[in-house]
């Protein structure tokens, strides 16, 4: 199987990983990192309220719930040492504009599901864990569907979490899990 194809480039939530996990490594400011490595890469799919942010000389956290708190938070994940630390450093990539209760959810609980899974947890752990400390439904999702275009409002919150931690705790193989989320 080929996983990609000759129209493949990095997406928003690429460049602003990698931020995170430079902040990290350099010890570096992460709102400062975030906003310096957007802007270069101004043309990566960025969000109309991150475009605002990016374009502020004093960017400010604007309480976005979004999903991008989740899809760059895997430095943290990967790099914290102890679930605590793990768990500041999630923080950490979501405040500078996901600073919603939402937005730190979505980057614990992603950051979290690395560090177990990195650390030896099994994928029952990881689902349990989930559904107690962040209070998951695994089974469907709980926000309302709003039809946006071709996208629905569950894409746009961290609580699509749900059903991708279903999907990746019941796969068997990386292919699998990465072609169905």
Request: aromatic fraction near 12%; hydrophobic fraction near 40%.
């Amino acid at each position: 199987m080929k996983l990609f194809n000759s129209r493949a480039h990095f997406t928003d939530d690429t460049v602003l990983t990698f931020a995170c996990a430079e902040a990290f490594i350099d010890d570096l400011d992460m709102t400062m990192n975030l906003w310096k490595c957007a802007n270069e890469h101004r043309h990566a799919g960025f969000g109309s309220k991150f475009k605002l942010w990016m374009a502020s000389h004093n960017p400010q956290p604007y309480r976005s719930l979004g999903n991008g708190s989740a899809m760059r938070c895997s430095p943290a994940g990967w790099l914290a040492k102890t679930e605590e630390e793990c768990i500041r450093m999630a923080h950490e990539t979501a405040a500078p504009t996901h600073n919603h209760q939402e937005g730190f959810k979505g980057a614990e609980a992603t950051a979290l599901t690395i560090f177990h899974l990195k650390n030896g947890k099994d994928k029952a752990f990881v689902r349990e864990y989930s559904k107690g400390s962040f209070k998951m439904v695994l089974a469907k999702n709980i926000l309302p569907k709003k039809d946006y275009g071709n996208y629905n409002a569950v894409a746009f919150s961290c609580d699509s979490w749900d059903p991708r931690l279903k999907r990746i705790t019941s796969g068997e193989l990386f292919l699998e899990v990465i072609t169905s989320l």
